[in-house]
């Protein structure tokens, strides 16, 4: 079972905002906070996913790296 991720409240207007500076500095395009939002639930579902699992694969990189060298401490020691 995946649990939904979600930003907080503050998160999600931030992002929002950036979103929305983005639009009008980079593409003359204003929008609202309804359509920043919509967008970034969208971003979200789509580009999230590959984010999420990315730092999956750090984390379990970094773990497996801590493991090994516990494993090699515990060798020396016998």
């Not at 409240?9 to 919509?38: H, P």
């Not at 971003?43 to 497996?64: A, P, T």
Request: overall charge negative; charged content about 40%.
């Amino acid at each position: 079972m995946r649990k939904e991720l979600k930003l907080s409240k503050e998160q999600e207007e931030k992002a929002i905002e950036f979103l929305k500076a983005y639009f009008e500095e980079n593409l003359d395009v204003e929008i609202g906070d309804l359509k920043g939002k919509l967008f970034l639930d969208e971003l979200g579902k789509y580009v999230g996913l590959y984010y999420y699992n990315l730092g999956l694969q750090d984390s379990i990189g970094l773990i497996s790296e801590k493991i090994e060298d516990i494993w090699e401490l515990e060798q020396r020691e016998r």
